[in-house]
Nanobody, 124 residues
Framework: QVQLVESGGDLVQPGGSLRLSCAFSGFTVDYYAIGWFRQAPGKEREGVSCILNSDGSTYYDDSGKGRFAISRDNATNTVYLRMKDLKAEDTAVYYC?????????????????WGQGTQVTVSS
């Protein structure tokens, strides 16, 4: 059973930085994708970034390009999302998700496993 646990969400001022963590376990193959999504109040869940375990390839949604960076630590089975220059519109619950795949799925419906989410609030 694949499990994912997010952490690192916090209240941060506009312009600040934050690092989210996604600790995962249970994959029995070495080709899988870990994605970050977010959902703001009253809005649909949207993709933020994705990383492939097979070759480390990464993907970013336009909302995070240049400000967000996804990375992995294979020794600890953890994927990180570093966020900088945070804006009020980045306020959301951030989720990590996983799927056995050789590519980064685009939509949230393409992921099979989900964490419980971590709250990020950007406010002064």
């Amino acid at each position: 059973q694949v499990q994912l646990v997010e952490s690192g969400g916090d209240l941060v001022q506009p312009g600040g930085s934050l690092r989210l963590s996604c600790a995962f376990s249970g994959f029995t193959v070495d080709y899988y994708a870990i994605g970050w999504f977010r959902q703001a109040p009253g809005k649909e869940r949207e993709g933020v970034s994705c990383i492939l375990n097979s070759d480390g390839s990464t993907y970013y949604d336009d909302s995070g390009k240049g400000r967000f960076a996804i990375s992995r630590d294979n020794a600890t089975n953890t994927v990180y999302l570093r966020m900088k220059d945070l804006k009020a519109e980045d306020t959301a619950v951030y989720y990590c998700a996983g799927r056995v795949a050789w590519y980064c799925p685009v939509g949230d419906r393409d992921y099979d496993f989900w964490g419980q989410g971590t709250q990020v609030t950007v406010s002064s």
